[in-house]
């Protein structure tokens, strides 16, 4: 079937700080991935997609790359900022299921 | 540009009560879809719509229904709310284009 977990939060870094969130996923067929991201009281938001393999996805300094053979699409910014203070989920999309699966959500506070 | 409109954005009802969450889009997406977000479980997809006229059950159907008579609207029905109904929805959209998932702002849904 198809899943995806994501590491637990909630993550606290201070300010600059390095961050990682790291995304697993299982997948029938050639899933599309996507970082999602929710501002308090919002909707989610796209962040970042990667379409297939060795794709890497890039956004607001936020990068991810696309791993087939480790089955993983991890999260990365190199100097978080407060306002970078969110919920992140990780989600995959399958034509094989026409549907989105997301991962639980990770919680990251950024401390000036 | 409006995007993915729902209303109400909160709610409070009591067990047994129906009640009817609205959904629009004016992106002329096909893929349509309602999904509600829990602490710890992240969103899980409760139907779906891959155009008018067509509906498909997701994770958690039990106790909704939806229709999809236009290509602009997705309502949920809850029949018979049940305390295990409380929980923030999400109503969402697939651009055709991109493959990106466009998301309502969220009803906050509580039942006594």
């Known amino acids: 079937g198809n899943s995806v977990t994501q590491m637990e939060g909630p993550v606290t870094l201070s300010e600059e700080a390095f961050l990682t969130i790291n995304c697993t996923y299982t997948?029938?067929?050639?899933?599309?991935l996507f970082w999602y991201v929710q501002y308090p009281g919002e909707g989610l938001q796209l962040l970042l997609k990667?379409?297939?393999?060795?794709d890497k996805g890039s956004n607001k300094g936020f990068e991810a790359t696309y791993r087939k053979e480790t089955t993983s699409f991890h999260l990365e910014k190199g100097s978080v900022q407060v306002s970078d203070s969110a919920v992140y989920f990780c989600?995959?999309?399958?034509?094989?299921?026409?549907?989105?699966?997301f991962g639980t959500g990770t919680s990251l506070t950024v401390i000036p | 540009n409006a995007g993915v409109t729902q209303t109400p954005k909160f709610q409070v009802l009591k067990t047994g009560q129906s009640m009817t969450l609205q959904c629009a889009q004016d992106?002329?997406?096909?893929?349509m879809s309602w999904y509600r977000q829990d602490p710890g479980m992240g969103l899980r997809l409760i139907h779906y719509?891959?155009?008018?006229?067509?509906?498909d059950q997701g994770e958690v159907p039990n106790g909704y229904n939806v229709s999809r008579s236009t290509t602009e609207d997705f309502p949920l029905r809850l029949l018979s709310a049940a305390p295990s109904q409380t929980s923030v929805y999400f109503c969402?959209?697939?651009?055709?284009?991109?493959?990106?998932?466009?998301f309502g702002e969220g009803s906050r849904l509580t039942v006594l």
């Open positions: 989600a995959l999309f399958t034509n094989a299921g026409n549907q989105f699966y």
């Open positions: 997948a029938t067929g050639y899933p599309s």
């Open positions: 990667a379409t297939k393999a060795d």
């Open positions: 992106m002329n997406h096909e893929y």
């Open positions: 719509s891959v155009g008018a006229g067509i509906t």
């Open positions: 969402a959209s697939i651009s055709g284009n991109t493959g990106e998932l466009f």
